[in-house]
């Protein structure tokens, strides 16, 4: 799913296209796309773009008349920039939207359709997708800090939270911890000070180094090659292999349609974290070392 980093880029580089231009044209392809019908998709049809901003993981169009665009692109929803009036593939397409100087096209891979597109009236309407949670970007490290400890909540589910920080997901949260080198489950309130403050900076550097990484990658081209597994991940999709700060093999815990990839020396003092789905096959032989691991 695009986080906070794939997010702003985005938004930067559909700022360099279409604000200050009007939005001629809105095709929808897909019926499960739209979640709206007042006011009607039609309303926002010939009026200007003002301006882009994210909230979460959503892409929200200011257009005049106080009407905003939100767009969710979910786990495998992405934008693809193309010439004006280009059609909306037959597979993969949701909608597009058509601007003099191109064509944006929403698409989304797979059979669980997930993106979502709302069209809302006034800033009231608007506020009501804003899940709570503060922007780790903006965030002070009190209000970071009251945020967390507001519950006592595992540090993975914490940092993916809407309601306590905005805009990480699973993919960014394993980088944040490794990063910050804290155990993915480590309760929140028992996070010393010192440990808050380690994991407030590792959120801000990572998540800025994310925006520059795929800033410089994209240059002033449209992002295309939007994914959770990038090849410069450290710790997200990195199962089996090295940890690149110490070398020990990362490891995972995984859970429904997601993963926790965490490493052993790094982050958890030495102990393996219980998989769910191994640990009920292996029950009392799951290993609690990687030395235990790696005899079996």
């Given at each position: ?6 997010v702003?880029v985005y938004?930067?580089?559909l ?16 019926p499960?796309?739209?979640?709206t019908v007042?006011?009607?998709?039609s309303?926002a049809?010939g ?8 909230i ?6 200011q ?23 280009e059609?909306?593939?037959?597979k993969a397409g949701?909608?597009a939207f058509?601007?003099?100087s191109g ?6 891979a797979?059979?669980a359709?997930?993106a979502?597109l ?7 309407a608007?506020?009501a ?10 965030a ?10 507001r519950e006592?909540?595992?540090?993975k589910?914490a ?5 306590i920080?905005?805009?990480?997901g ?5 980088e944040?911890?490794?990063w910050a080198?804290l155990?993915?489950?480590k309760r ?10 380690k994991?407030?900076?590792?959120a801000?550097?990572s998540l800025?180094?994310w ?15 939007v ?5 410069a ?8 292999e ?6 020990s ?29 191994l640990?009920?096959i ?10 235990e691991?790696?005899?079996?």
């Amino acid at each position: 799913m695009p986080e906070l980093p794939e997010v702003a880029v985005y938004i930067e580089a559909l700022e360099r296209r279409i604000v200050g231009q009007e939005l001629e044209r809105i095709r929808l392809r897909s019926p499960y796309l739209l979640k709206t019908v007042d006011p009607p998709v039609s309303e926002a049809e010939g009026r200007c773009i003002l301006g882009l901003q994210r909230i979460g993981k959503r892409i929200v169009w200011q257009l005049d008349g106080e009407l905003f665009l939100v767009i969710h692109l979910m786990l495998t929803g992405r934008l693809r920039w193309r010439d004006r009036d280009e059609a909306i593939p037959k597979k993969a397409g949701h909608a597009a939207f058509d601007f003099a100087s191109g064509t944006l096209l929403l698409t989304e891979a797979g059979t669980a359709k997930r993106a979502s597109l709302h069209l809302v009236r006034g800033a009231s309407a608007l506020a009501a997708f804003d899940r709570g949670g503060v922007d780790p970007l903006d965030a002070s490290l009190e209000e970071f800090q009251a945020a967390l400890r507001r519950e006592n909540r595992t540090l993975k589910r914490a940092l993916t939270d809407q309601r306590i920080l905005s805009g990480i997901g699973n993919a960014h949260s394993d980088e944040i911890l490794l990063w910050a080198r804290l155990s993915p489950v480590k309760r929140t309130r028992q996070l010393s000070d010192e440990e808050v403050g380690k994991l407030y900076e590792a959120a801000r550097e990572s998540l800025r180094g994310w925006i520059d990484r795929l800033r410089s990658e994209v240059g002033g081209g449209f992002p295309e090659k939007v994914s959770a597994l990038h090849p410069a991940m450290r710790a997200h999709g990195r199962y089996g292999e090295p940890c690149p700060q110490c070398g020990s093999p990362i490891q995972r815990i995984v859970y429904a349609q997601n993963e926790t990839n965490y490493c052993v020396t790094c982050q958890t003092g030495g102990k393996l974290l219980r998989d769910r789905a191994l640990s009920r096959i292996l029950r009392e032989d799951w290993p609690r070392t990687l030395e235990e691991l790696e005899e079996l």
